[in-house]
């Protein structure tokens, strides 16, 4: 997306506004769905249908004239008859557009959901490098204009565009047959003077267009991202700093809406000027030919009505140019994420993981997020099924990669990861999460209710399933204690919960998947001791028997592994147990006594009474 303030400055480009139409078509003529191209070739006949009653109406009114000034029409009520018959014909018309709206208005829905569908699905596969770059407000902007310029698009070309061009052809053959070539000459040329002066006036608007919605999609952006952070804006009294950063965005949103409706009333007034150029040219046309008699008062009576006829929708066509390249800029947005490439896609054919006992290995993997920064060198590491490793290392050592790495958010630079045996990038990606559960260090929860949450391991599920899952992560009496039971609300990313609450529920639903591969990634490095025992207590018990990797920052979570893997700027410094490990007196031997160290050294400080914690104070100060 392009950023604010760096519109592009360039109007759509004709192959563009085809890719977007080529996209869309599809969708007006959809497979395997017989009912909808049936509406779709009713519409048509009626289209046509309302078209030909409508370029009627004005010939009734011309007899109708006509009859007026003959007595023997007089006598017989030919008058009459004819202006009931104009009357009908217009309400025909009208009828038969309103029903062609109507028949047609399902295929139009169903191609705007379609489309909106297939955006909505990519985005999920497109991949994490990606959505940790993007602002959901900005995306959410771009998905919500683009539907909305989709059903623009789609309507106004179906209702709109496509009829008043057939009326258009109708009119200028009726007008030359009925009076002279002149007629149909000069009104084909207020119409493409009319056409050609919209064309060009709205190539510009489009750049307008695109600077207002790059202005109005930062606004959103920073007004959601502020409120998602609400807290944070809270702590620091950044209120008017996050006011002022809204208003800067809204006001070049501002000037680019005011620029943008200034070239619309250019716009206006040009297309009326035209419009009217041409109706007195060709009623000056008509009147002269009443003086000289080769026309009748009818003739020139039915020229006016052809040419009023014809205003309102012309004029509406100009309305229409402009919605759809409206949406279409809108839609260039939302098609540019449509095709942006799966970064992690699965390979043609890829089989699902095949079952197995849960056996994990990394093989001399390397990996890197940018090509100058490498972030695993060589790492090779065995979880064996039913075992349990854990790893270990300073931050930014590399741990939480191998997660991501697993999950296959990423694929490696070098080296394999398998399952039983199976290369990971081998099968689909599907399957592959499908085995593996993880209980994240900042758990995330829906705005939902807490059996929406637990529910979401596997949804579908019974509810006396996911009140088993909470007994087991042992949440399910807090949860029936509260005034609303499982249909609590948890609030924006779960607010409403405490941390160890939060990390219950994650475990929760993370028992409910019932995968055979768990991953523990620092899942209790942000609680109080008190509650991270109660939480490693569930831990242990729900990866019973199961293959379990852990990455961990607190050494005292992993003292039971069977292997603990010490990492060391993307390199593996150390491997074995606890016991090996501190014997060898090396890098995790010395992580281990400092953290001892802090931990006595926070607990003294706890211990301590306040006069001789302000007497140190004192002391360290003189």
Same mark, same amino acid.
């Given at each position: 997306?392009?950023?604010?303030?760096?519109?592009?400055?360039?109007?759509?480009?004709?192959?563009?506004?085809?890719?977007?139409?080529?996209?869309?078509?599809?969708?007006?003529?959809?497979?395997?769905?017989?009912?909808?191209?049936?509406?779709?070739?009713?519409?048509?006949?009626?289209?046509?249908?309302?078209?030909?009653?409508?370029? *009627?109406?004005?010939?009734?009114?011309?007899?109708?004239?006509?009859?007026?000034?003959?007595?023997?029409?007089?006598?017989?009520?030919?008058?009459?008859?004819?202006?009931?018959?104009?009357?009908?014909?217009? /309400?025909?018309?009208?009828?038969?557009?309103?029903?062609?709206?109507?028949?047609?208005? #399902?295929?139009?829905?169903?191609?705007?959901?379609?489309?909106?569908?297939? +955006?909505?699905?990519?985005?999920?596969?497109?991949?994490?490098?990606?959505?940790?770059?993007?602002?959901?407000?900005?995306?959410?902007?771009?998905?919500?204009?683009?539907?909305?310029?989709?059903?623009?698009?789609?309507?106004?070309?179906?209702?709109?565009?496509?009829?008043?061009?057939?009326?258009?052809?109708?009119?200028?053959?009726?007008?030359?047959?009925?009076?002279?070539?002149?007629?149909?000459?000069?009104?084909?040329?207020?119409?493409?003077? @009319?056409?050609?002066?919209?064309?060009?006036?709205?190539?510009?608007?489009?750049?307008?267009?695109?600077?207002?919605?790059?202005?109005?999609?930062?606004?959103?952006?920073?007004?959601?991202?502020?409120?998602?952070? @609400?807290? +944070?804006?809270?702590?620091?009294?950044?209120?008017?700093?996050?006011?002022?950063?809204?208003?800067?965005?809204?006001?070049?949103?501002?000037?680019?809406?005011?620029?943008?409706?200034?070239?619309?009333?250019?716009?206006?007034?040009?297309?009326?000027?035209?419009?009217?150029?041409?109706?007195?040219?060709? &009623?000056? &046309?008509?009147?002269?030919?009443?003086?000289? #008699?080769?026309?009748?008062?009818?003739?020139?009576?039915? /020229?006016?009505?052809?040419?009023?006829?014809?205003?309102?929708?012309?004029?509406?066509?100009?309305?229409?140019?402009?919605?759809?390249?409206?949406?279409?800029?809108?839609?260039?947005?939302?098609?540019?994420?449509?095709?942006?490439?799966?970064?992690?896609?699965?390979?043609?054919?890829?089989?699902?993981?095949?079952?197995?006992? *849960?056996?994990? +290995?990394?093989?001399?993997?390397?990996?890197?997020?940018?090509?100058?920064?490498?972030?695993?060198?060589?790492?090779?590491?065995?979880?064996?099924?039913?075992?349990?490793?854990?790893?270990?290392?300073?931050?930014?050592?590399? #741990?939480?990669?191998?997660?991501?790495?697993?999950?296959?958010? @990423?694929?490696?630079?070098?080296?394999?990861?398998?399952?039983?045996?199976?290369?990971?990038?081998?099968?689909?990606?599907?399957?592959?999460?499908?085995?593996?559960?993880?209980?994240?260090?900042?758990?995330?929860?829906?705005?939902?209710?807490?059996?929406?949450?637990?529910?979401?391991?596997?949804?579908?599920?019974?509810?006396?399933?996911?009140?088993?899952?909470?007994?087991?992560?042992?949440?399910?009496?807090?949860?029936?204690?509260?005034? #609303?039971?499982?249909?609590?609300?948890?609030?924006?990313?779960?607010?409403?919960?405490?941390?160890?609450?939060?990390?219950?529920?994650?475990?929760?639903?993370?028992?409910?998947?019932?995968?055979?591969?768990?991953?523990?990634?620092?899942?209790?490095?942000?609680?109080?001791?008190?509650?991270?025992?109660?939480?490693?207590?569930?831990?242990?018990?729900?990866?019973?028997?199961?293959?379990?990797? /852990?990455?961990?920052?607190?050494?005292?979570?992993?003292?039971?592994?069977?292997?603990?893997?010490?990492?060391?700027?993307?390199?593996?410094?150390?491997?074995?147990?606890?016991?090996?490990?501190?014997?060898?007196?090396?890098?995790?031997?010395? &992580?281990?006594?400092?953290?001892?160290?802090?931990?006595?050294?926070?607990?003294?400080?706890?211990?301590?009474?306040?006069?001789?914690?302000?007497?140190?104070?004192?002391?360290?100060?003189?």
């Amino acid at each position: 997306m392009n950023p604010p303030g760096n519109a592009v400055k360039t109007p759509i480009k004709p192959t563009d506004a085809w890719k977007v139409i080529r996209i869309v078509l599809p969708h007006l003529w959809p497979r395997n769905a017989p009912e909808l191209r049936l509406r779709v070739l009713v519409g048509a006949v009626l289209l046509v249908a309302a078209k030909v009653t409508n370029v *009627g109406v004005p010939v009734f009114y011309k007899h109708a004239v006509d009859s007026l000034s003959n007595p023997l029409a007089q006598a017989v009520a030919v008058p009459i008859l004819l202006l009931v018959a104009y009357g009908l014909a217009r /309400v025909t018309a009208q009828a038969f557009g309103e029903l062609r709206d109507a028949i047609f208005a #399902k295929v139009a829905q169903r191609a705007v959901r379609n489309l909106a569908l297939r +955006t909505f699905d990519h985005l999920h596969r497109l991949s994490l490098r990606f959505h940790l770059e993007r602002q959901t407000g900005g995306l959410s902007r771009v998905i919500e204009r683009g539907t909305q310029g989709m059903s623009f698009v789609i309507s106004f070309m179906t209702f709109n565009i496509i009829p008043t061009v057939l009326e258009i052809a109708m009119v200028a053959g009726v007008m030359w047959f009925l009076f002279d070539w002149r007629f149909s000459l000069v009104t084909m040329a207020a119409i493409l003077g @009319y056409v050609v002066f919209t064309v060009q006036l709205s190539a510009w608007r489009s750049m307008l267009v695109r600077r207002m919605n790059d202005s109005d999609t930062d606004a959103n952006a920073k007004a959601i991202d502020s409120l998602l952070n @609400y807290e +944070t804006v809270k702590y620091f009294g950044n209120e008017q700093h996050e006011a002022a950063r809204f208003d800067v965005a809204r006001q070049r949103y501002e000037r680019a809406a005011v620029r943008s409706r200034i070239s619309l009333s250019v716009l206006n007034v040009g297309q009326g000027a035209i419009i009217s150029l041409g109706l007195v040219v060709v &009623m000056a &046309m008509a009147g002269q030919g009443v003086i000289d #008699k080769t026309m009748t008062l009818g003739d020139f009576v039915a /020229v006016n009505a052809f040419l009023i006829q014809l205003y309102q929708p012309l004029n509406m066509l100009g309305f229409a140019f402009r919605e759809i390249r409206d949406g279409l800029v809108n839609m260039e947005k939302m098609f540019d994420l449509l095709q942006m490439p799966e970064e992690v896609a699965d390979k043609p054919g890829a089989p699902p993981l095949a079952a197995g006992p *849960g056996a994990v +290995t990394f093989e001399h993997v390397n990996f890197r997020y940018e090509a100058d920064r490498q972030i695993l060198h060589d790492v090779s590491l065995a979880v064996p099924p039913g075992h349990t490793v854990a790893i270990v290392g300073p931050s930014g050592a590399g #741990k939480s990669t191998i997660s991501r790495i697993l999950y296959r958010f @990423y694929d490696v630079a070098g080296g394999r990861v398998r399952i039983d045996g199976q290369d990971i990038r081998d099968v689909t990606q599907k399957s592959l999460r499908a085995a593996i559960g993880i209980v994240p260090q900042d758990t995330v929860l829906f705005n939902d209710t807490v059996y929406y949450n637990i529910a979401y391991g596997r949804p579908g599920t019974t509810r006396d399933e996911v009140e088993e899952a909470a007994r087991l992560a042992r949440i399910h009496d807090f949860i029936v204690s509260l005034p #609303k039971g499982y249909e609590t609300m948890v609030g924006e990313r779960g607010l409403k919960l405490s941390g160890g609450e939060k990390q219950r529920v994650a475990i929760a639903r993370t028992i409910l998947k019932n995968p055979r591969i768990l991953l523990f990634d620092e899942a209790t490095s942000a609680l109080d001791t008190r509650t991270e025992q109660e939480i490693l207590a569930s831990l242990r018990e729900v990866s019973r028997g199961r293959t379990t990797l /852990v990455i961990a920052h607190r050494l005292s979570t992993v003292i039971d592994s069977d292997e603990i893997v010490v990492l060391m700027a993307g390199r593996v410094a150390e491997r074995g147990s606890h016991a090996a490990l501190l014997a060898r007196n090396g890098v995790y031997a010395d &992580m281990w006594r400092r953290q001892q160290e802090a931990a006595a050294e926070a607990a003294r400080k706890v211990e301590e009474p306040p006069s001789l914690r302000a007497e140190g104070h004192l002391a360290a100060a003189q």
